[in-house]
């Protein structure tokens, strides 16, 4: 007879046989959120477990076996809030059991076959709101001990053996009572005086559920007077007889809401007539709702006819098969025609009617128009409509339209742009197939569209005016479609006042640089799931408003250009999460970019390289690339070294050329001291004293020669010596050049030195002598002074009288030129 019950009566002894083959176990409870909520959930627990804390407010010890609770069975949880019994097996509950509790607001005692329920079984319980006690055997209300409970809202005896629908006297206490569930009891007759308690004590706010009850006969006047805010009456007339004596049994009563019908699975009433509801004359009712009914009679004018001047009407998964005359004066505001099947789309001519849910049904395709002249509301989603010339005045017959929802239907071709329709607010075409969508400006007229949804509409967007008009749009979600050559164009012109633009799924690749240019009060912005390959924030730079920019799913590897730019200041979430990005020191800079903004970006560390291939998975924040340079600084940082090094060996070469300029500098216009330096061999000494110093400083004019073994200062280097001593203090350096002279390094370096000198003190200052002949293969290793004596005319000293007297006149001759006429030392320029 009734399916829920058996079930439950098969369910409980098997669970009860399972659990007694099941060892006892002490696992411990989930702690869902600790301190607060509990979950004991089937754990074979025989009493209520004593260690859960003190603090616990929701408790869930379902599917224990705990038989038996004894008075104060809950003292150790004062505050408890909800406590949950369900199927515990529970055939006592004593006096004082739920004492303590006095937060507890919500009890469920479901599928417990309680045998004794103590009259104090519920005292204590000052706070409770909701009592469910559905399948507890329960066999009346009267003998229910809840009728102090004063604050309960909400009473649950659903799936009981209550015969009586009797409401006892108690009920006059429960002021507060707004829903009480009577479904699925054994109430056959309902008589005046059951409800005598409401007369008392009305229960302005009570909704009553007898769904499920084998209802026969309901006395006349039993509701007079009553008010209700809603009655449910589901599956309770064994035939349309016993249906229509007791809906005119309800006379008198005033509900806000009725709901009639059946469920889907259970279906009694055939031959549904057109006299069926007739009874409801008699009702006041504000809404109604008719569910799961088949056979529909012809004339719905006469089925309807009591139901004319309710302000709601709903029909839900009614089969309807003709329904021209919907036409008829019905004073309905808002009709719901949900999950119906029709032949055709209904003609609908209502003049009050303001909202219009027409959604889930089946048939009645095409769209054929309506005249709603007051409609404001129309949902007309899911029904797999096509619609041709969408959409205008004339489709609808209202000026008034706000809200249109045309999503998940067939083939809407659009052909007019809304004429009209000016008032419209909210528009929805998702996952609708839209033709020529982009081949004009459809939206040209609504100025008022707050709210426009085009995703998955199979929308290519070739047409740069497509947004035209929508100054006031705040929302615009176009996911799922695609742009001529996959990039964005400046289509958002008049769009001033967006804060949500999706274009998620759009197989974007590229973006105009002004695209977003005009929506300066954007806050969410949708990218994902582009083909998008580099992160460029150009365009992005006037959206002074931009919160959240979802750039997920995409193929960003690296940024657009080397150095990104700063996002807007107000950007506080970016969704880089799930793209390529190259781990490669190309791309160092970008990445070292994301390391610096990761308080920004949207879960960081599940950013994952995509290549090179041995990164491949390796979040990009543990990333350690080793070429921690860039190729530029890695070149610059070797042309320095090779530079300082060129320089060090030049500055090891010249070390002497350098002190000799810098004592050039030092020393500026120096004075001479000596006529000549003489530089020479120590083999050829013997010569240079013998001959050349006996000549020259013994002569008339007499000069004075430097000679290391004679005028350098001891304990100075050497080199020192040369360079302050030698050329320094002297006007003209002499270059005994000999077979020795030409095979000893230091001499070479000494006449190189001299080359230096003469060439920072520009002047002709070295003087070549040749002591003997040199062979010329010799000489042609040094290179330069070869080239030096075969360009310049040297002195070469020979054994004849006549060759020396020559000799020495040319040398004096050479060594006087530039000597100021002073007998006694010189003054020249030194260097200049
Ligand atoms: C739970 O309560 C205990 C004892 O009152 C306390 O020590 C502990 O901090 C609490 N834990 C949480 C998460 O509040
Ligand atoms: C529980 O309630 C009883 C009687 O109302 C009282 O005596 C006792 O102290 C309470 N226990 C706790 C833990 O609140
Ligand atoms: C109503 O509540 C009062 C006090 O709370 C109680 O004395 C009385 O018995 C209750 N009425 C019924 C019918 O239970
Ligand atoms: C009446 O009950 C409904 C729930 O059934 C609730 O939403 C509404 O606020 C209540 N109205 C009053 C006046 O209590
Ligand atoms: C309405 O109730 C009156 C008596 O109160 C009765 O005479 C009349 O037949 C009822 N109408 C319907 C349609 O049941
Ligand atoms: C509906 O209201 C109209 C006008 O107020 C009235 O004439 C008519 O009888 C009413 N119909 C029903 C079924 O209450
Ligand atoms: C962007 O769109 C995708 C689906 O295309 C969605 O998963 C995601 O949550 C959206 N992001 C935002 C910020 O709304
Ligand atoms: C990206 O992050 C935003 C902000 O947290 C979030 O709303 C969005 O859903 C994320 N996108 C995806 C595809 O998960
Ligand atoms: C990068 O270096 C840090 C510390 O130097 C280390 O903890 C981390 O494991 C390294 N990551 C990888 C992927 O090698």
């Not at 909520?37 to 869930?60: A, G, H, R, V, W």
């Not at 001479?672 to 008339?700: C, H």
Request: net charge negative; with cysteine; charged share 20%.
């Amino acid at each position: 007879m009734m399916p829920a019950s058996c079930l439950a009566g098969i369910l409980i002894p098997a669970m009860a046989f399972l659990s007694c083959v099941r060892p006892e176990s002490w696992e411990p409870c989930v702690e869902v959120v600790p301190n607060i909520t509990y979950q004991c959930m089937e754990l074979n627990f025989y009493k209520i477990p004593d260690n859960i804390p003190f603090s616990t407010k929701n408790l869930d010890l379902s599917f224990n076996p705990l038989r038996h609770l004894g008075s104060h069975s809950f003292f150790n949880f004062p505050e408890l809030q909800v406590l949950d019994l369900s199927r515990c097996e529970i055939q006592t509950i004593e006096d004082g059991a739920y004492q303590n509790l006095s937060h507890l607001s919500t009890l469920i005692l479901t599928g417990n076959p309680i045998q004794n329920l103590a009259l104090g079984a519920f005292y204590g319980l000052s706070s409770l709101q909701k009592l469910v006690a559905v399948e507890t055997h329960l066999l009346s209300l009267e003998n229910f001990p809840i009728g102090h409970l004063k604050t309960l809202k909400d009473l649950n005896v659903a799936h009981n053996l209550i015969q009586s629908f009797k409401l006892p006297e108690y009920f006059s206490n429960l002021t507060n009572l707004e829903h009480l569930d009577l479904s699925s009891n054994n109430i056959q007759n309902i008589y005046c005086q059951d409800l005598q308690v409401l007369h008392q004590m009305p229960l302005l706010n009570l909704s009553l559920d007898l769904s499920l009850n084998p209802i026969n006969f309901i006395q006349p006047g039993a509701f007079k007077e009553i008010r209700l805010r809603k009655l449910t009456l589901r599956n309770n007339f064994d035939s349309l007889n016993v249906m229509k004596t007791c809906i005119r049994g309800l006379a008198g009563l005033e509900v806000h809401r009725l709901v009639l019908g059946e469920f889907r699975n259970e279906r009694n009433i055939e031959d549904f007539d057109k006299s069926a509801l007739e009874g409801l004359c008699n009702l006041s009712i504000k809404e109604f709702r008719l569910a799961h009914l088949d056979d529909f009679p012809d004339d719905i004018i006469d089925l309807f006819n009591c139901l004319a001047n309710v302000s709601s009407f709903s029909l839900v998964s009614v089969y309807i098969k003709r329904i021209e005359d919907f036409s008829y004066n019905f004073r309905w505001q808002h009709l719901e025609l949900v999950n119906c099947k029709f032949e055709q789309f209904p003609p609908l001519e209502l003049k009050s009617l303001k909202r219009l849910t027409f959604t889930a049904n089946k048939g009645g395709n095409p769209f054929s128009e309506v005249d709603l002249p007051s409609l404001e509301f129309l949902d007309l989603s899911r029904n797999g409509l096509s619609f041709k010339g969408c959409c205008s005045q004339s489709d609808f017959g209202t000026t008034s339209l706000k809200y249109l929802d045309l999503s998940f239907n067939d083939v809407i071709t659009m052909g007019s742009n809304f004429l009209g329709l000016e008032q419209l607010e909210h528009l929805d075409f998702q996952h609708s197939n839209l033709k020529q969508m982009s081949e004009f400006s459809v939206f040209l007229s609504l100025r008022n569209l707050i709210y426009l949804d085009i995703s998955h509409t199979h929308t290519r967007v070739a047409f740069n005016g497509i947004f035209n008009g929508l100054f006031s749009l705040k929302v615009l979600k176009m996911a799922g479609n695609s742009f001529q050559k996959n990039f964005l164009p400046d289509i958002f012109t008049d769009l001033n006042n967006l804060i949500f633009l999706d274009l998620s799924e759009c197989q974007l690749e590229q973006v105009s640089p002004t695209a977003f240019d005009s929506l300066p009060r954007l806050q969410v912005l949708n990218m994902s799931h582009n083909n998008f390959f580099a992160l460029d924030t150009f365009p992005y730079k006037h959206l002074y408003s931009l919160q959240v920019l979802d750039y997920s799913l995409n193929h960003i590897g690296t940024s657009k250009n080397q150095e990104l730019q700063r996002f807007p200041s107000s950007l506080a979430f970016l969704n880089l999460t799930q793209n390529d990005f190259a781990c490669t020191c190309e791309h160092q800079s970008f990445l070292q970019w994301i390391k610096d903004q990761r308080r920004l970006l949207v879960k960081v560390e599940q950013m994952e390289c995509a290549s090179p291939l041995n990164r491949k998975g390796i979040p990009v924040l543990s990333l350690n690339i080793t070429c921690q340079m860039s190729k530029t600084i890695i070149g610059v940082s070797v042309l320095s070294v090779f530079v300082v090094s060129v320089v060090a060996l030049l500055v090891y070469k010249f070390y002497f050329h350098l002190m000799l300029l810098a004592g050039c500098i030092k020393y500026g216009r120096g004075e001479n001291t000596y006529d000549a330096f003489v530089i020479y061999s120590s083999q050829d000494e013997d010569w240079v004293r013998n001959e050349l110093v006996k000549n020259l400083e013994e002569g008339v004019p007499p000069f004075h020669l430097c000679l290391h073994y004679r005028d350098f200062i001891p304990g100075v280097a050497i080199a020192a010596n040369i360079i302050h001593e030698g050329f320094h203090k002297s006007r003209k350096v002499i270059v005994v050049v000999s077979q020795h002279f030409i095979q000893s390094r230091w001499c070479i370096f000494e006449y190189e030195i001299a080359q230096t000198w003469q060439f920072l003190s520009s002047r002709a200052g070295i003087i070549f002598i040749v002591l003997q002949k040199v062979e010329k293969s010799l000489l042609r290793q040094q290179v330069e002074l070869y080239r030096l004596l075969s360009r310049n005319t040297y002195l070469e000293w020979e054994d004849s009288v006549l060759g020396r007297h020559i000799f020495w006149r040319r040398l004096r001759k050479a060594l006087l030129n530039g000597r100021p006429w002073s007998p006694e030392g010189a003054v020249g320029a030194g260097c200049n």
